[in-house]
């Protein structure tokens, strides 16, 4: 299997908020301390809300 069809069976939530954010307009991206992929649907973006890394327990906006 592919590394493209093993993304599409996962589920991704937002950090922030717990949201399904599979098809929705969210952002992707690796923890600044421990490269743990972190995920964020746009409301809690745009809204500046904070997050953590469930990895290491980095912080950020």
């Known amino acids: 299997m592919s590394e493209s069809e093993s993304d599409r069976g996962r589920t991704r939530q937002c950090v922030s908020c717990g949201i399904n954010i599979a098809g929705m307009s969210a952002a992707t991206f690796k923890c600044p ?29």
């Open 33 to 61: 301390d421990c490269g743990h992929e972190i995920s964020r649907c746009a409301k809690c973006r745009k809204q500046s809300n904070l997050y953590e890394c469930p990895d290491c327990g980095f912080t950020g906006p």
